[in-house]
């Protein structure tokens, strides 16, 4: 169950094998090979995903019609990483791919031919629905600024949750240099730092709820700390589908906002659309805290706000333009 509901580090990895891919790309015509145009008008696609409580709102848009209204056949192809995906984006075999945002920035970093087009699910501003945190098992360690010396686990290093966290320390008073990040699969973490083997674990849920009922405590609110209104996951598609299909390409980020913003005011909704999609018992989705969808459209802030924190702690050497690269800017 834990791998269907983790959305931290989902395809983290965009620019792996894909450097040699781009030598034996040609200008562009086998990305526009695997879209195409079904009955009435409707144009099928092929996206890449993984079944996450994140990307509810892909499947909300295919189970509602919204696709359908915007003249989409979406087909969702299971993807296991970003080595997996961008291969599978740029030769054409599916249209558009999610992405972890960090891994999103990195390929733009290597000149990956993509456009960001949308979002998924969001990090909240509130800590009280913050589904990440940072907990820890002594209870000598009541603040961040405790932490130094310590060992945290994250599930990958230089990842989102671990960026996320070496922020929020130094936010709340710590010293994130003085901390030692170790990388460690989620469902190790509660029992390594009830054994002591590490002090802390920043867990996303369904962990966040197995470790306070397994009295853990937590330390702080990860992402609404360091990171609020920074998508979860965006969606990618190719520069020569955006330029071959620019209305296509349109309606499929048109209609992901219409399921984000259905999905903003409705947890319950949520849950159903999570309870096919994931494959998660109503009884564990009952108590988990929920992802955060947007009401709004994608904005580029947020993700400039993260490519300064990438910078700064030393996952990117240099900032790089991030405008071009979205979809308003291709319109």
């Given amino acids: 169950m834990a791998k269907h509901i983790r959305s931290a580090s989902f395809l983290a990895a965009l620019t792996t094998g894909a450097l040699a891919l781009l030598a034996g790309c040609g200008s562009g015509s086998a990305s526009d090979s695997g879209s195409s145009t ?20 892909l499947y909300l848009a295919m189970e509602n019609g919204t696709f359908k209204k915007h003249k989409l056949k979406a087909t969702p192809q299971v993807v296991t990483s970003g080595a997996q995906a961008l291969p599978l984006l740029l030769n ?20 990956m031919p993509i456009k ?11 800590p009280a629905k913050d589904s990440t945190v940072l907990v820890v098992g002594d209870d000598k360690l009541k603040a961040p600024k405790d932490l130094s010396g ?28 003085d901390v030692k990040f170790v990388e460690m699969s989620f469902p190790q973490m509660i029992a390594a730092v009830q054994s002591g083997k590490v002090d802390g674990a920043v867990l996303n849920e369904p962990f966040v709820s197995q470790a306070r009922s397994e009295g853990l405590k937590d330390l702080m609110p990860v992402m609404s700390t360091s990171i609020p209104t920074v998508p979860n996951i965006v969606y990618l598609t190719s520069e020569s589908y955006a330029k071959s299909h620019p209305e296509v390409v349109k309606e499929f980020a048109n209609s992901l906002d219409a399921a984000n913003a259905a999905l903003s005011t409705d947890p319950e909704k949520i849950r159903q659309v999570a309870e096919k999609s994931t494959e998660t018992k109503p009884d564990v ?3 988990i805290i929920l992802p955060t969808f947007p009401a709004k459209s994608l904005d ?12 700064k702690y030393d996952i990117l050497d240099a900032p790089i333009d991030l405008a071009p690269h979205f979809l308003a800017a291709s319109s």
Avoid: C, H, R, Y
């Fill in 150 to 177: 310590k060992t945290v686990a994250v599930n990958a290093l230089g990842g989102l949750a671990q960026v996320a966290a070496q922020s929020a320390i130094d936010m709340k008073g710590g010293k994130s240099s």
């Fill in 300 to 311: 580029q802030q947020p993700l400039q706000n993260l490519q300064e924190l990438m910078v």
């Fill in 116 to 126: 960001i087009i949308g979002q998924g699910s969001v990090n909240t501003d509130d």
């Fill in 92 to 111: 054409g075999q599916i249209q558009f791919t999610a992405a972890d945002p960090m891994g999103a920035i990195k390929a733009l970093k290597e000149k």
């Fill in 38 to 57: 079904a009955d009435a008008g409707v144009t099928a696609v092929k996206v890449g995903t993984s079944p996450t409580l994140t990307n509810a709102s």
């Fill in 285 to 287: 989705l009952a108590k």
